[in-house]
């Protein structure tokens, strides 16, 4: 998969994909730039900025850490990762919890 392709995937995931499914499964968070936290979150094992220094962060992030958060969407998506959990795990590494 080219870098254009996963940032597509990643584009239409987080932007129109799970935003699109949010209120039907009555998910935590509805907004494009949360679901990209969670992920991009989970992606570097902490809070993304202390990972990937650039912005936009799916610009800046590796192959791995796209293809991570990408995949995470994807199981949650299947019903496979639990959203809630990971949103608290999310805001906790930011001492929101």
């Known amino acids: ?6 940032e597509r995937r990643w584009l239409a995931l987080t932007r129109e994909v799970m935003p699109g499914l949010a209120r039907a499964r009555d998910w935590p968070v509805r ?13 570097c094992g902490g809070r993304w900025y202390d990972a ?5 962060a799916y610009r800046h992030a590796t192959d791995e850490q796209l293809d991570a958060a ?3 969407g ?6 496979q990762a639990d959203l809630a959990a990971l949103n ?3 805001l906790a590494w930011r001492g929101k919890l």
């Open 52 to 56: 990937i220094a650039g912005r936009p």
């Open 31 to 43: 907004a494009d730039h949360c679901f990209q936290r969670i992920l991009l979150d989970h992606a």
């Open 74 to 79: 994807e199981a949650v998506i299947a019903g």
């Open 70 to 72: 990408v995949a995470l």
């Open 88 to 90: 608290g795990q999310s």
């Open 1 to 6: 998969m080219t870098r254009d392709e996963r």
